[in-house]
């Protein structure tokens, strides 16, 4: 059974930084792609930012410069830095990975989310 284990939201103040981290535990055999979504209250969930298995990375032309995804496949675990946050950017943030497990002797694909963490940038 693979499990996502997001951390690291909280209350920050406009200007401010967080890292959110996202530990996968379970028969795991390789990560694929990684991601990062948020849903604010009213709105659709939107993709903040993805890293394939090849080293491609992805931003919303929003977060560009200011929020850096990384991965420790070592460790099965995916982090958001975030930076220079705004009160706009408050949402429950998501992690969405696309993986491969070992589940009774074979090897399958799977895609998994996060249960959430809410970040909050006050003014």
């Known amino acids: 059974q693979v499990q996502l284990l997001e951390s690291g939201g909280g209350l920050v103040q406009a200007g401010g930084s967080l890292r959110l981290s996202c530990a996968a535990s379970g028969n795991i055999f390789r990560i694929n792609r990684v991601a990062w979504y948020r849903q604010a209250p009213g709105k659709q969930r939107e993709l903040v930012s993805l890293n394939t298995s090849g080293g491609g990375t992805e931003y919303v032309d929003s977060v560009k410069g200011r929020f850096t995804i990384s991965r420790d496949n070592a460790k099965n675990t995916v982090y958001l830095q975030m930076g220079s946050l705004k009160t706009d950017e408050t949402a429950v943030y998501y992690c969405?990975?696309?993986?491969?497990?070992?589940?009774?002797?074979?090897?399958?694909?799977?895609?998994?989310w996060g249960q959430g963490t809410q970040v909050t940038v006050s003014s």
């Open positions: 969405n990975i696309k993986l491969v497990h070992d589940t009774r002797g074979y090897r399958v694909s799977g895609d998994y």
